[in-house]
Structures are given as C-alpha cells and as structure tokens.
C-alpha cells in the first residue's frame, strides 16, 4: 500500500509531472526571450504608424489585434498629477451558484459598494448586499422559444452587469450627496431593483434606494459646463472594475440574454458618459496580446493581410511567427518606467460592435510591481483630461494598496462568499423550509458527498 | 435628556462581557463604570439594570483574518490616504460585572443572568458612580481579574470614582483605605503601595 499522504492527491506522482513540467518551461526560456527582442525591435521598426494603422484597418485576421493608435507604438506618457481631492468608486461580486443537487434551485449575488473619497475627510462606504434569486424567470431563460436553466456561466455574467449598475448607482448617489446632479435612469432597472424591490432582500447599505432619491429636473445637461450649484465638490470621481469591460463571453449566452444584458450595460456607460464620469477596467498580470498581433500583421509581406488565404502556408516558418506566443505586458515591461503609460488602442473583440461610442481602448501601465491592462471607453481615451485622470488615479491605488488598486482589494473582501458561507447558506435555507413544513430533498449525490461511510 | 449608548454587548458570561464601542477609539476609560440597561423589561431575566467596570480596552481589525500593518504616517496623512483603514478598525472593551440594580436597589453581587448580547452600554453619570461606590465590597472581587494587574484596575476605579464624591472625597478615601487593608492586610508592602498611589 502506498501512503498518499493526508489527502487523495498522490502528491508523489504530482510532484514528478511538476519537475517535467518547469523542466520544459526552461528549455523554453531561451526560445522566449529570443522572441521579445524580435518583438521590440519590431515595435521600434513602426516608426511609421499611420501606415501600419491603415494596413490593420485593411487587414483580416483570426486574432484581436491592437488599433487606432495616435502616435508610434513605443510612445508612452508619463505619470500625470493626481488631483488634491477625488473620490474612487468601486465594486466587485461573488455568487452561490445555482445547483441543481441541492435542496432548492436558486443563486445568490453578492456586490460590494466601495466608496473612499481622498483628501476630503469625508467618510468612506464599504459594504455589500446579496440579492437571492428563487423566481421560474430567474432559473430559466429563453432561447429559440426553448427554456434552458440558468448556468453558472450566465449567473457570472449576471453578476458582472450588477456590479457595474451598483458602480452607477454609487456616483449617482455621490453626486447627488455634493448637490451635482438628482436621480436619473441610472440603467439599473434590472434584476437588482426588481428583486429588491419585490423581496426586500437584506439591505445593509447606507445608501438609500431610488425611490429616495430626488427628481431629475436640476440634473444639468450632460454636455453643460460645471454644474453652477453653489455646494457643488469639485473633486473629480473615477469607477473601477475588476476585469475586462468587453463583454466577449456574451456570445455564448442566449441571445435574449445577452441582448438583455449588453442594453443593460449599455445604459449604465451612457450614465457615465454623461457624468464624464470615467470608468476603467483593472487588468492584473494580463495575458493579452493584442499589440503583438498587430506587430504580427506588420511583419507580413503581404500589402493587406487575411489569414485565411495566407500564401505562406508552406513555408516552415509564417513571417509572423517569429514573435507569436510572446505577451503584451512582457514588452511593455521593457518599454515603460513605473507611472508610465502606454499608448492607447483600440480593441477588435468583435462584440464591440454592439457598444456604439462606448467602444473600449486599452493601454498598459507600469503600476510598479507589473504591468496592468486598463480598458475604457472611447470618450474616456479621445478625452485627454479623463485619461490623465484615470491613468493618474489608478497608479495612486495601486500604490496605497501595495500591489494592486485598493478599492478594488477592498471591494473583494467585501463581497466575497467563501464555501463555509455557502454551507450556513444551505443550512438556513434548509431550516426555513423546514419550518414550513416543506419536504427537504437533495440529490443522492450532494448527500453523499457529505457523508461517506467505510 | 435621552441617553445615547457607547457600545454595544457582542459577548458575555456570568462573570464579565465584551462590548464593541460605536466609534473607534472612543471606549470608556479604563477603571471606569459602565452600565447596560435591560433590552426589555417584557422579557424575564432581562430586567435589571447591570453595572460593569472596564478591565481592558483594544482596538483590532473587525476581520479575524486580516490584521492592520504599519504604514509609517501620521494619523492624518492616513485618514486623507487610507480611508478605508479606519473604517476596518474596531474597539472594544471588557467589562468585569461588579453588580446590578432591581426594584430595592443596588446589589453589589453578580447578576444571576449576564448581559444579553446586543444589548447597550452608556457610561455611568456622576450620580450613579457615587450611588454604586458608597459600598466597597465590589473591590475584592477585583482581584480576581488575571488579564490585567488587579492593583492597577484598582487604583485607577478608585482615581476615577473620586470625581463623584468631590463633596466627601476624604471620609470616601478613608472608606476604601479601610477596605483595601483588610483585603490586603497580610501584605503590607502592596498595601502601602496602592495608597500611595491612591492620594489624589
């Protein structure tokens, strides 16, 4: 009999695969670093940009590349000054996901509220609320006149449209609270309110809901100069998320569902355009490389790329291959000071079809301990003043959270479910049905998996 | 006038109780008198009005899992670039049980039930300390108290309770010398230490 160890893993035989594994990373190595100075010497090559731009513009390929580009790709901005007084929004969620071996189908969303004004006094918000979802319309969503049950996938992406309407509901109540603007349709009429609404979920929020807050007839103009109210704080706000504001995984959802969320979405940026309110998407150790595909499609020979008629086929090498594999923040780790920015580009997922002017540009900066992605809108990235901002406001978080953007830290704990909550989840809503006297029944599987006798 | 509570129970037992203070660093002082007030006097066993006397006071973070780390500024350069810090913070307070006040008055005996939990705490006026104090026998029983040292607690509730008996300080002191040498009277030495450092 061999002895495992504590648990099931064989750790033994772990440990042999893991000394193969790193032992092929390393031969490797040389290949890689090879390919980065390959890479950066073609990022200094485009001195011409505005011709690689055109080229990418004409061009068609398999891969996301980075475009619309202002100035040559090795171009970078440097540390702008950060305002006296600001105010950082943020959020994140976590979830019970639904299980259908287990007592009752239904999920549970849990969205952090993260408010920390700098420079002001003024006291920060920290706090989160679940919101349950039991309804025949919460399990199911239609496709192709079919129901198919809600799965973790689209209860994730569910999530991801919450956190960004609390993000709304945030600035909207801060500015609100600096006498700025009232209440206007901040794009969360869906399930959050809905649900609230309805069911008056636990609400440990400060914040009152929409029904408290005042009407919308001294809501400036959205293109109106700084609104004249004599109470008004001047300080700026920045929203932060955590990920990616491409929504690219929609595309895999029910069309309803994904139409719902993207106007859903859509509403909330709208807002945000309007308050020149910016807000950004906080990439950590991103693994994207957009600016290598497009340094890619520079190395071809052809005058207009399109991968699938690709001439080079039988050649042992593609022109574009040199470099494939390498990552976008690998280089910019070489190009950029801490502080320092990128240029900024356009993304090419191709659901940003759907976004209108919201259609998100990216750029990497060096935040000190690596180098991050940010993505934003399009009138955050032509609006150099909001860009400044954000650049200068997301290193200053980064920098008071050691590592990575405080409130969105801060946003994490808040929100997050661990498995001992999903236990005392099921546990209370098991003695709630009891008391109703309704049957308790979980799947053979569930309860074995809690107990398994010798 | 409505009395506005300071803290909140979050713990207790037969013989003390831990309460959360509604604002940090804002906990009564130490060697100092608490009371909390029945939750309902519709609920039996939490009838009666509780007296305590605050044995330790600490400020830590309210997640057991995080603890606070330096950062090497002041107070105020924190608050304008950590916010969030404070609001992470809690402070809390232990609280020995010393007695208990029902419809004849005040005990200076443990309460048969402890504190509930969530119930509130307010300091205790001038009045009420020098009411509790004209009896004495509450200090032996603070001796029994490990986590702090006895003759410091003792010291500073006597200090603390002077300021409600400024119209008899003196016949007040020669109460509580009087107490303090029989509970003390096989050792001189910790004895005449207390005192001295009792004298106003």
Same mark, same amino acid.
């Given at each position: 009999?061999?002895?495992?160890?504590?648990?099931?893993?064989?750790?033994?035989?772990?440990?042999?695969?893991?000394?193969?594994?790193?032992?092929?990373?390393?031969?490797?190595?040389?290949?890689?670093?090879?390919?980065?100075?390959?890479?950066?010497?073609?990022?200094?090559?485009?001195?011409?940009?505005?011709?690689?731009?055109?080229?990418?513009?004409?061009?068609?390929?398999?891969?996301?590349?980075?475009?619309?580009?202002?100035?040559?790709?090795?171009?970078?901005?440097?540390?702008?000054?950060?305002?006296?007084?600001?105010?950082?929004?943020?959020?994140?969620?976590?979830?019970?996901?639904?299980?259908?071996?287990?007592?009752?189908?239904?999920?549970?969303?849990?969205?952090?509220?993260?408010?920390?004004?700098?420079?002001?006094?003024?006291?920060?918000?920290?706090?989160?609320?679940?919101?349950?979802?039991?309804?025949?319309?919460?399990?199911?969503?239609?496709?192709?006149?079919?129901?198919?049950?809600?799965?973790?996938?689209?209860?994730?992406?569910?999530?991801?449209?919450?956190?960004?309407?609390?993000?709304?509901?945030?600035?909207?109540?801060?500015?609100?609270?600096?006498?700025?603007?009232?209440?206007?349709?901040?794009?969360?009429?869906?399930?959050?309110?809905?649900?609230?609404?309805?069911?008056?979920?636990?609400?440990?929020?400060?914040?009152?809901?929409?029904?408290?807050?005042?009407?919308?007839?001294?809501?400036?103009?959205?293109?109106?100069?700084?609104?004249?109210?004599?109470?008004?704080?001047?300080?700026?706000?920045?929203?932060?998320?955590?990920?990616?504001?491409?929504?690219?995984?929609?595309?895999?959802?029910?069309?309803?569902?994904?139409?719902?969320?993207?106007?859903?979405?859509?509403?909330?940026?709208?807002?945000?355009?309007?308050?020149?309110?910016?807000?950004?998407?906080?990439?950590?150790?991103?693994?994207?490389?957009?600016?290598?595909?497009?340094?890619?499609?520079?190395?071809?020979?052809?005058?207009?790329?399109?991968?699938?008629?690709?001439?080079?086929?039988?050649?042992?090498?593609?022109?574009?291959?040199?470099? %494939?594999?390498?990552?976008? *923040?690998?280089?910019?780790?070489? $190009?950029? #000071?801490?502080? /320092?920015?990128?240029? &900024?580009?356009? +993304?090419?997922?191709?659901?940003?079809?759907?976004?209108?002017?919201?259609?998100?540009?990216?750029?990497?900066?060096?935040?000190?301990?690596?180098?991050?992605?940010?993505?934003?809108?399009?009138?955050?990235?032509?609006?150099?003043?909001?860009?400044?901002?954000?650049?200068?406001?997301?290193?200053? %978080?980064?920098?008071?959270? *050691?590592?990575?953007?405080?409130? $969105?830290? #801060?946003?994490? /704990?808040?929100?997050? &479910?661990?498995? +001992?909550?999903?236990?005392?989840?099921?546990?209370?809503?098991?003695?709630?049905?009891?008391?109703?006297?309704?049957?308790?029944?979980?799947?053979?599987?569930?309860?074995?998996?809690?107990?398994?006798?010798? | 006038?409505?009395?506005?509570?300071?803290?909140?129970?979050?713990?207790?037992?037969?013989?003390?109780?831990?309460?959360?203070?509604?604002?940090?660093?804002?906990?009564?002082?130490?060697?100092?008198?608490?009371?909390?007030?029945?939750?309902?006097?519709?609920?039996?066993?939490?009838?009666?009005?509780?007296?305590?006397?605050?044995?330790?006071?600490?400020?830590?973070?309210?997640?057991?899992?995080?603890?606070?780390?330096?950062?090497?500024?002041?107070?105020?350069?924190?608050?304008?670039?950590?916010?969030?810090?404070?609001?992470?913070?809690?402070?809390?307070?232990?609280?020995?049980?010393?007695?208990?006040?029902?419809?004849?008055?005040?005990?200076?005996?443990?309460?048969?039930?402890?504190?509930?939990?969530?119930?509130?705490?307010?300091?205790?006026?001038?009045?009420?300390?020098?009411?509790?104090?004209?009896?004495?026998?509450?200090?032996?029983?603070?001796?029994?108290?490990?986590?702090?040292?006895?003759?410091?607690?003792?010291?500073?509730?006597?200090?603390?309770?002077?300021?409600?008996?400024?119209?008899?300080?003196?016949?007040?002191?020669?109460?509580?010398?009087?107490?303090?040498?029989?509970?003390?009277?096989?050792?001189?030495?910790?004895?005449?230490?207390?005192?001295?450092?009792?004298?106003?």
């Amino acid at each position: 009999m061999t002895d495992n160890g504590p648990g099931v893993l064989d750790f033994s035989a772990v440990k042999k695969q893991i000394v193969y594994m790193v032992g092929e990373q390393k031969s490797h190595e040389n290949i890689y670093q090879k390919k980065v100075e390959k890479a950066l010497e073609e990022l200094k090559r485009w001195q011409d940009w505005p011709l690689l731009n055109f080229k990418l513009s004409q061009s068609k390929t398999s891969w996301l590349t980075a475009q619309d580009f202002s100035e040559p790709l090795t171009a970078f901005s440097p540390l702008p000054p950060k305002p006296k007084q600001f105010t950082v929004i943020a959020t994140d969620g976590s979830q019970i996901f639904p299980d259908r071996h287990e007592i009752a189908l239904c999920y549970l969303i849990n969205i952090s509220s993260i408010v920390l004004h700098y420079g002001t006094g003024e006291r920060p918000l920290l706090t989160s609320r679940p919101t349950l979802f039991y309804k025949e319309e919460d399990l199911y969503k239609e496709w192709n006149q079919h129901k198919v049950p809600v799965d973790g996938e689209m209860v994730g992406i569910l999530r991801n449209l919450m956190e960004f309407q609390e993000l709304a509901r945030l600035v909207a109540h801060t500015r609100e609270q600096s006498g700025i603007g009232g209440q206007e349709d901040i794009g969360t009429e869906g399930y959050e309110n809905k649900k609230i609404g309805k069911h008056g979920m636990g609400y440990n929020t400060e914040i009152p809901e929409r029904s408290d807050f005042k009407g919308v007839d001294d809501f400036p103009h959205p293109h109106a100069p700084a609104s004249p109210h004599p109470c008004v704080s001047a300080s700026p706000q920045v929203a932060l998320y955590d990920g990616t504001l491409i929504f690219w995984h929609l595309e895999a959802t029910p069309e309803d569902f994904s139409a719902y969320i993207l106007r859903e979405f859509l509403k909330v940026l709208d807002n945000f355009q309007k308050w020149r309110v910016p807000i950004a998407g906080y990439i950590s150790y991103p693994r994207s490389a957009d600016v290598i595909h497009t340094l890619r499609v520079g190395m071809c020979p052809e005058r207009f790329v399109n991968c699938d008629k690709c001439p080079y086929r039988d050649l042992p090498e593609l022109p574009c291959e040199p470099i %494939q594999g390498v990552i976008d *923040q690998t280089i910019f780790s070489y $190009l950029l #000071e801490p502080g /320092e920015r990128s240029t &900024v580009f356009k +993304s090419t997922s191709k659901i940003l079809k759907n976004y209108g002017s919201h259609t998100i540009y990216f750029f990497y900066l060096n935040v000190g301990s690596e180098i991050a992605r940010v993505e934003i809108p399009e009138w955050v990235a032509k609006n150099q003043n909001l860009l400044a901002l954000t650049h200068a406001v997301i290193y200053d %978080q980064v920098e008071k959270g *050691q590592g990575y953007p405080v409130s $969105l830290a #801060e946003a994490h /704990e808040k929100a997050v &479910v661990r498995g +001992s909550d999903r236990e005392l989840f099921y546990r209370l809503l098991q003695d709630a049905l009891v008391q109703q006297n309704i049957r308790v029944q979980s799947s053979c599987k569930s309860q074995k998996k809690r107990q398994i006798s010798i | 006038m409505k009395e506005t509570h300071i803290a909140e129970v979050i713990e207790s037992n037969t013989t003390e109780m831990i309460a959360q203070c509604r604002d940090l660093h804002c906990s009564p002082p130490f060697g100092s008198f608490v009371k909390v007030k029945p939750t309902s006097t519709s609920v039996e066993g939490a009838g009666f009005l509780i007296y305590g006397l605050v044995f330790n006071v600490m400020t830590n973070s309210i997640e057991p899992n995080r603890r606070a780390v330096a950062y090497g500024k002041t107070e105020e350069e924190l608050r304008n670039e950590q916010p969030q810090i404070f609001e992470l913070l809690k402070t809390e307070f232990q609280a020995h049980l010393v007695g208990y006040q029902d419809q004849t008055g005040i005990k200076q005996i443990l309460p048969s039930q402890p504190p509930r939990i969530h119930s509130f705490v307010y300091t205790c006026s001038l009045e009420e300390v020098r009411e509790f104090t004209r009896q004495s026998d509450y200090l032996h029983t603070l001796f029994t108290i490990s986590r702090v040292p006895p003759d410091e607690l003792i010291i500073a509730t006597i200090r603390n309770s002077l300021e409600a008996h400024a119209e008899d300080a003196h016949q007040y002191l020669i109460q509580v010398g009087k107490e303090l040498s029989r509970l003390l009277r096989e050792d001189y030495d910790r004895l005449s230490s207390i005192l001295r450092r009792i004298a106003p």
